[in-house]
């Protein structure tokens, strides 16, 4: 921060009939100030010219929309106008644009070349155009009235005050109110105006300056008060909670000096400078939440609105001709940077700032929970809450994805067309958990058995929710179950040639059985050969061959299942694999009985045939 200067003391006296006088007469920003939040209806906002609006302030630089109202880049130091949903900037010529898409509605290409901010009330456009006064249709922007004054505005003063039916607008050839219906002049006084005239109607007083500042019954343009500041002044003065608060610059060695007068009397209560050379005060103070907030050199400072006691100031790269404009506890302006800047009211930290084309001249508009600026690269700017929100997808795993491990890593992909701040990811409607990453995240989840829901979201810096997006994945960590298999022929009984047929029994708790393979093994060659096991749906069994050998074969035979989770499960005897040798089609043993056999056989008949020889003879 930087080190305050200060010129006079106030007695305490007087600061304490100062703050009794604001309470008593309840002359306060807020009752002067923009109330509805949906307009900004003049250049500093209201006639007061307070700078303030009680609108919403985005927290994020989101460009809305960009308007470009000049093809070439220049010096545009107009404040847009914002008014029943429309916008209405003089750069170079008056434009009226819907305030929430920007586009065009219609122009009028002939008024507003150097003006510095036109007024809107009661559906009618008050826009200075060089010497004369214009009323415009605010809808159409069909011609009214207008009204011819003795000299050319300037930047600096054309930026008419409405208010009760009247228009007061003021150059160097003096302060006219005019009737805001018919156009014609209710009184003209002659004081030169340098800047934008403010007005206080609940009071009955204008406030013009130029060296000097003049308190004027608005009703009658009688003066009421002047008071001498020896300094040039170009900027509006601000009134509120009973006083006007005035930016000026010495000549002799451009120094600002901010000073705050009492609205009644015009007495000086107190005043502000840096005391350093090149810090003049150039735009106009803003003043809300009992703070004044004014730009000089290059910082804006935050005082103290009863004693101007410095709370904070902020620097930047370059100075402004932006003035100041407060709402939700924020301040917003343009610098010389090329920047728009958000500040903190409380601290005068910066909340955001974005980087036009060119330098900025234009003093801010604050509305409908939207920004407007304009820039020395030809645009309009309007930032506003973003209502987007972001996209998210899962990108691994793919649905219907089966797993048989309950960690499983879930990633993806989310996009906003600002920036995405987080996302987070639940499992089966559980807690939310923060996943690591936003554009590309992950995380590690754990899985349950059986079916599993994967949510995941995403949350931009506004809070905006994505739509909740989900998989459904299984998880299977359960091998299948292979009974004892079943062989036919016997292995007792397998004779040459003889094909054998396997049966076994095979369950699955998850996701059930995929395939099951015979493995067989030949004399112990090491070899495994497999074959593909067929269902049964009328036996429930899973059925496969191992093809005829010969005789003395030895055939060892495995079952091996998977589950369509990859869980793999083998039946193999524990280890003693399940076994049979094929038999030979005659065994010795066969033929030997065989020949026993025979030969008893004819013993006894050859001892049957003697007998029956004998009887017979």
């Known amino acids: 921060m930087g080190q305050k200067f200060r010129i006079r003391p106030v007695p305490f006296l007087l600061e304490l009939s100062l703050i009794l006088g604001l309470f008593l007469t309840s002359t306060n920003m807020v009752a002067r100030g923009n109330d509805s939040g949906h307009s900004w209806l003049m250049f500093h906002s209201d006639p007061c010219r307070t700078g303030f609006s009680t609108t919403t302030v985005p927290d994020i630089s989101y460009l809305l929309w960009s308007f470009r109202f000049s093809n070439e880049p220049g010096f545009f130091m107009s404040s847009p106008i914002v008014a029943d949903g429309?916008?209405?900037?003089?750069?170079?010529?008056?434009?009226?644009?819907?305030?929430?898409?920007?586009?065009?509605?219609?122009?009028?290409?002939?008024?507003?070349?150097?003006?510095?901010?036109p007024a809107v009330i009661d559906d009618r456009v008050f826009v200075c155009n060089s010497s004369?006064?214009?009323?415009?249709?605010a809808t159409t922007g069909e011609h009214i009235w207008n009204f011819a004054t003795s000299k050319e505005f300037t930047l600096w003063n054309s930026a008419p005050a409405?208010?009760?039916?009247?228009?007061?607008?003021?150059?160097?050839?003096?302060?006219?109110?005019?009737?805001a219906t018919t156009g014609d002049q209710i009184w003209y006084r002659g004081y030169a105006a340098f800047g934008p005239v403010a007005i206080n109607i609940e009071d009955d007083r204008v406030f013009v300056v130029s060296s000097s500042v003049y308190c004027l019954n608005s009703t009658t343009g009688h003066e009421l008060w002047w008071h001498p500041l020896g300094a040039y002044i170009q900027t509006a003065p601000a009134v509120a909670y009973g006083r006007i608060f005035i930016g000026t610059y010495v000549w002799s060695n451009h120094t600002g000096i901010l000073y705050c007068l009492n609205e009644t009397t015009g007495d000086e209560v107190w005043n502000f400078t840096t005391g350093i050379s090149g810090t003049t005060i150039l735009s106009s103070p803003a003043v809300a939440y009992e703070r004044v907030f004014v730009f000089a050199g290059t910082k804006l400072y935050c005082l103290r609105f009863d004693n101007g006691d410095m709370?904070?100031?902020?620097?930047?790269?370059?100075?402004?001709?932006?003035s100041p404009a407060v709402a939700d506890y924020k301040v917003i302006l343009g610098t010389f940077d090329t920047k728009v800047y958000c500040i903190d009211v409380l601290n005068g930290n910066i909340i955001w700032e974005y980087a036009t084309g060119d330098g900025i001249d234009s003093s801010p508009a604050l509305a409908e929970g939207k920004v407007f600026i304009c820039s020395d690269d030809g645009y309009l700017y309007c930032f506003g809450r973003d209502m987007v929100?972001?996209?998210?997808?899962?990108?691994?795993?793919?649905?219907?994805?089966?797993?048989?491990?309950?960690?499983?890593?879930?990633?993806g992909t989310a996009y906003d067309d600002f920036q995405v701040k987080a996302v987070k990811v639940r499992v089966n409607y559980g807690?939310?958990?923060?996943?690591?990453?936003?554009?590309?995240?992950?995380?590690?989840?754990?899985?349950?058995?059986?079916?599993?829901i994967i949510e995941a979201q995403a949350v931009d810096v506004s809070n905006n929710p994505s739509p909740i997006v989900q998989i459904n994945i299984t998880l299977d960590d359960v091998k299948p179950a292979i009974h004892t298999p079943i062989q036919s022929p016997p292995r007792e009984c397998v004779l040459p040639d003889q094909w054998v047929r396997i049966f076994v029994f095979i369950t699955d708790d998850g996701t059930g059985v995929k395939n099951a393979t015979l493995c067989y093994e030949i004399n112990e060659s090491a070899v495994w050969t497999q074959k593909p096991m067929n269902y049964n749906e009328s036996t429930g069994l899973y059925d496969g061959e191992i093809p005829g050998q010969s005789a003395g074969t030895l055939v060892k035979y495995k079952i091996v299942a998977y589950d369509y989770a990859g869980n793999r499960e083998e039946q193999n005897n524990l280890g003693s694999y399940y076994v049979y040798t094929v038999i030979p089609e005659f065994p010795a043993i066969v033929i030997l009985l065989f020949f026993m056999g025979t030969a008893v056989f004819s013993v006894i008949f050859a001892k049957k045939t003697s007998k029956l020889k004998k009887k017979d003879s």
């Open 86 to 117: 429309k916008v209405y900037v003089t750069e170079p010529f008056l434009h009226c644009l819907n305030a929430s898409t920007g586009e065009e509605i219609w122009i009028n290409s002939t008024l507003g070349i150097s003006t510095l901010s």
């Open 311 to 322: 709370l904070w100031w902020r620097g930047f790269d370059q100075g402004t001709l932006s």
């Open 389 to 411: 929100p972001p996209i998210i997808d899962i990108t691994y795993p793919p649905d219907t994805t089966i797993f048989n491990t309950s960690k499983v890593t879930v990633s």
């Open 431 to 452: 807690l939310w958990m923060d996943a690591v990453g936003t554009t590309s995240w992950s995380i590690n989840v754990t899985l349950d058995f059986g079916p599993n």
């Open 162 to 179: 409405v208010a009760n039916d009247k228009v007061f607008v003021g150059n160097e050839g003096g302060i006219w109110c005019l009737n």
């Open 132 to 137: 004369s006064v214009y009323c415009l249709n």
